[in-house]
C-alpha cells in the first residue's frame, strides 16, 4: 500500500477511529478520507470512488429508535458498497462488526444483516473484506459511561466516582486498541489472521481475559498508589501507595494501567510525595513494585555522609544526578576501602552489592541527587539493613 494512496474510514471519529486515523498518519499515509456523521452522501460517494483502501468502522449502537440500527449499521454499509460498485472500484475493505451479531436482537440483526453485504459485494466484485466480529476493545479515548466498562471504571474511580460490579466473575474478553489498530494496519497489505473455525472472519489478538471483580480491583490499585481524593474515596488514606503495576510487555496490567492514566482529570495528573526530612536532607519514596524493587530519591546537604550500612539480600543502585560524591565501600571483615567518585556532571550508576558496608558523602558545595534503585521494597519488619561505619 502505497503511503499517497487515498484511504477511506466511515466512522473516523469514534473510538477506533481516531486511534486507527492518527496511527494512519504517523505511518506516513498523507490522503486519509475520514467519514463522520457531519458528512454528507455525496462525499461518501466521491470518496468511495478514489479509495485504495476502505475502513468502514461507522456503526450505531445506542440509539433512541431501534430502527436506527438499520439505519447506521445495514443501511450505510448497502450504501457504500453500492458507491464503490457503481464507479467500478474493487479497493480491499474491512468493517469492523460486534460479536452480537450472532444474537436476535436488533443490534445484532442489523450487525448480521451487514455482514452479508458485504459477503455478497466481495462474490458480485472480488474485492477482498476483512470483517471483524469485534470483542470488548479498551484504551485511550474511549468513551465512559457508554457501552465500555473499562472506559467507565477508569474515569469514575480517577474522580472518585463510584462503579457498580454487578457480578464479579463474569469474565471479560477484551482487546487493547493498539493491538487492534496493529492488526488494522496490517490488513492494507492483505495480511490478517483468520477465524480457523471460520475462515470468512478476521480476527483479533491477543485477547485478555478478566473476571469484573479483577477488573474492578486493578482500577481501583491504581487509584490507591497515587494517593489523593481518588484514593480516600476508595476508603484509602490521601498517602500514595506509589505501587507500580506488572508491567511486562504484551501483560493486560500493563495496557489496562496506560488506559487509566489516560482517563486521569487534567488538573490531576500530579500528586504528591511524603519527604522524610531532616538536617541532613532528605529520602523520598518515588515507586514500589513487588517484583521490581523500590525507587527512591536521596538529597543530601554539602559535607553530609548517608549510608554506612550494609545489607544480606538487599541490592541497590545509586545513581547522582546533581552535585559531587564519593562512594565508599568496605567488605564486612575487610579494613580495606573503595571509593568511587561520582558526579551529576557525568551521569554512571553505581551498584551496591551484599555484604559491603557503605556510604555517600556529599563532597560538592550545592544539595547532592541521588537516584536510588533496590531490588526489594523496604519492609520495617525486615528492613535487611545493618548499621556499620565504613
Known sequence: MQKDKPILITGAGGFVGRNLVERLRWEGY?????????NTDEELRAWASRAAFVYHLAGINRPQDPKEFYDGNTDLTTRLLGYLEECGNPAPLLMTSSTQAVLDNDYGKSKARAETEVFAHAARTGAPVYVYRMPGLFGKWCRPNYNSVVAT??????RGLPIQVRDPNYVLPLVYIDDAVDAFVKALDGCVERESAAPDYCVLSPVHTVTLGRLAELVQNFALARGGAAAVALGGCNAATLAVPDLAAGSFEKKLYSTYLSYLPEDQFSYPLKMNVDDRGSFTEFLRSPERGQVSVNVAKPGIVKGNHWHNSKTEKFLVVRGRAIIRFRR?????????????????????????THSLENVGDEDLITVMWANETFDPANPDTFLLDV
Open 332 to 356: 564486612v571483615g575487610s579494613d580495606q576501602v573503595f571509593e568511587y567518585p561520582v558526579s551529576g556532571e557525568k551521569l554512571e550508576v553505581v551498584d551496591i552489592p551484599t555484604g559491603y
Open 30 to 38: 498523507t490522503e486519509l478520507l475520514c467519514f463522520e456523521r457531519g
Open 153 to 158: 471504571f477508569c474515569h469514575n474511580v480517577a
